[in-house]
């Protein structure tokens, strides 16, 4: 897992502006995945981030990095609450809740609905998503936006400079450490 990587898929979350991220990195075996974790968590914990798989299949493992404290106040929310309950969720426990949706996402060939909970997206776009069964979107930037267009295109123009100005300080030689913002 690269540096580069990490910047390109990550950036608003080391800056404190996200909750949480996901991507997808190669690795040559589920050994090599967990080490290259335990190497980025010496790193951003520290910082407040976490970084776990939550997932491995075929050479390929689905990276969540995110802000644990961040992600309590997210799933705290009343409507975000609602959704993870009709889900099965114990909405108590944020790491549960985790563990709920390693299990979902084992389970299920798409991506559950209620991902973007844990991404930081509003709990009101993320149950429009489910409403219209991802249809019908007011605007699609970083995701479907079913309530606020306009806060949400600020959010994404927030997000697009924040992934350029760190992709440009890393070019320049700024650490990943250095680019974190704690929290």
């Not at 959010?155 to 680019?179: H, P």
């Amino acid at each position: 897992m690269s540096d580069e990587m990490i910047v390109k898929h990550c950036s608003p979350t080391l800056a404190g502006l996200k909750t949480g991220n996901m991507f997808t990195c190669f690795f040559r075996n589920k050994e090599e995945m967990n080490e290259s974790i335990r190497n980025w968590n010496r790193i951003l914990v520290k910082k407040g981030l976490r970084i776990i798989p939550l997932k491995y299949r075929n050479s390929r493992g689905l990276i969540y990095i995110y802000r644990p404290r961040k992600l309590s106040e997210d799933l705290g929310h009343h409507t975000a609450g609602n959704i993870l309950e009709s889900l099965g969720y114990s909405t108590n426990d944020a790491v549960r809740c985790i563990v709920h949706l390693m299990k979902r996402l084992n389970e299920c060939e798409e991506f559950p609905h209620e991902i973007g909970l844990f991404l930081g997206y509003p709990p009101e776009d993320v149950q429009g998503f489910i409403d219209n069964n991802a249809m019908d979107a007011k605007y699609v930037g970083c995701w479907k936006v079913y309530s606020d267009e306009d806060e949400a295109k600020k959010t994404f123009a927030k997000y697009k400079k924040c992934t350029d100005v760190y992709a440009r300080k890393l070019r320049q030689g700024r650490s990943i450490e250095k680019l974190t913002v704690a929290g």
